[in-house]
């Protein structure tokens, strides 16, 4: 399937979540930029249910695929926090187990920066690029 996304080449199980995915980023970005943290993080573990029939163990690479190639062409900012909410909502609702981390570590002007990665059965699929920077301080 031709894709929209130079560069890029999605198949048509990538291309049939796109807007799905793109209504999960914005759901994220709305909630950090207005919600305690607390709160955004608390209710993003809950459990779904299964809403698919045929769930498979790579689907989690699908979803990790099309949310980084839509992060950043969304018009809002799509940071590592806002793509792991959205990232670990999605695969919440295909009955896949995903953890959040979130690290810090100091900048060259001395400041805490913050970093959030997504994890599925130990292996990255958000953020990774650049985790090992960070000190992790939790994780949901």
């Known amino acids: 399937m031709k894709s929209f ?17 793109l209504i999960w980023l914005m ?3 709305i909630r950090v930029s207005l919600l305690h943290s607390g709160r ?3 209710t993003s573990v809950r ?13 989690y690479l699908v979803v990790a695929k099309v949310i980084n190639g839509l992060a950043s062409r969304t018009p809002w900012s ?3 926090l806002v793509k792991a909410l959205a990232a670990h909502r999605m695969l919440a609702m295909r009955g896949i187990k995903s953890k959040i ?3 810090v ?14 994890s599925v059965d130990g ?15 939790t994780s949901l």
Request: hydrophobic share 35%; aromatic share 10%.
């Open 47 to 59: 459990a779904h249910p299964v809403r698919f029939s045929q769930v498979t163990e790579h689907d």
């Open 27 to 29: 759901i994220s970005r």
């Open 78 to 80: 799509s940071t590592c």
């Open 40 to 42: 955004y993080l608390s």
């Open 105 to 118: 570590k100091k900048s060259d002007s001395k400041e805490l920066e913050a970093h959030a990665w997504l």
């Open 5 to 21: 996304f130079p560069g890029r080449r999605f198949t048509v199980k990538e291309f049939s979540i796109i807007p799905e995915a």
């Open 123 to 137: 292996t990255v699929i958000i953020g990774g690029e650049n985790m090992h920077e960070y000190r992790e301080v």
């Open 101 to 103: 981390h979130l690290g």
